[in-house]
């Protein structure tokens, strides 16, 4: 099957909100199909955030709920029960929603908590509340990485400068097309995830979202996702 008529099968199975047995046995066949290819798996993940994130557009407050249940059944078929951590049980996931949700707050709890390392791939960071828990968490020898956009490093009020002068490593992506990822791994075992980027807007203004999770398997694949861009970017 290719890329895009996986997509419309996943907007297909969110039209009711819910992922029937019939559905899930198509996203098994899926999985046959690519032979435990990460990327492809990978790829049709990003798919069902996007294909959610295009929906929470559209519908009201209760559907929203409903389409979060709905990415929560779709990542869990994608990532079935052999790739789930020992027990066979999958980590709780929490979702927020700005501006009603302290999204801001929120991240900076998780710098706060953080103990080894914190790897950070994010379109844009221009919120200095997040970039002064960064520089904390740093202070306190947390290993931190940046990625971000090249052109929006450039941007008025970006803290990407701030980052290199307090010895925060940083890549950017230097190309014509943008770095447009906004995730960040924390400790190899909290993933955040979503719309949001690090900005006031987004905190106060914006339509945005994100996720945290302790999903093992998905933790590993962006982390491997983000090593290849670190290299890349090199």
């Not at 049980?89 to 706060?112: H, M, Q, R, T, V």
């Not at 080894?116 to 740093?138: G, L, P, Q």
């Not at 987004?202 to 994100?210: G, P, R, V």
């Amino acid at each position: 099957m290719k890329d895009h008529e996986v997509k419309s099968l996943l907007q297909t199975t969110l039209e009711d909100f819910q992922l029937s047995r019939k559905e899930r046995g198509e996203i098994r066949d899926l999985l046959d199909n690519i032979s435990g290819d990460e990327q492809k798996r990978a790829l049709y993940r990003s798919m069902a955030f996007d294909v959610a994130r295009e929906a929470i557009g559209k519908v009201d407050a209760g559907q929203r709920f409903q389409t979060f249940d709905w990415l929560e059944d779709t990542v869990k078929a994608l990532h079935p029960a052999e790739n789930l951590p020992a027990g066979g049980k999958a980590e709780s996931a929490s979702a927020f929603f700005s501006p009603d949700d302290n999204c801001a707050g929120k991240i900076i709890d998780l710098f706060s908590q953080a103990r080894a390392s914190v790897d950070i791939c994010v379109f844009t960071i221009t919120d200095n509340r997040i970039a002064e828990a960064m520089e904390k968490a740093h202070r306190r020898r947390v290993q931190i990485r940046v990625i971000s956009d090249d052109e929006k490093s450039m941007d008025a009020g970006s803290d990407i400068d701030r980052f290199e002068r307090f010895g925060i490593p940083v890549r950017v992506d230097r190309s014509e097309h943008h770095m447009h990822h906004k995730f960040a791994v924390f400790d190899k075992n909290k993933l955040l995830t979503g719309s949001y980027n690090w900005t006031r807007s987004a905190s106060l203004h914006n339509d945005e979202n994100f996720l945290i999770t302790g999903d093992s398997g998905l933790i590993k694949i962006f982390t491997r996702m983000f090593d290849k861009l670190w290299r890349d970017f090199s």
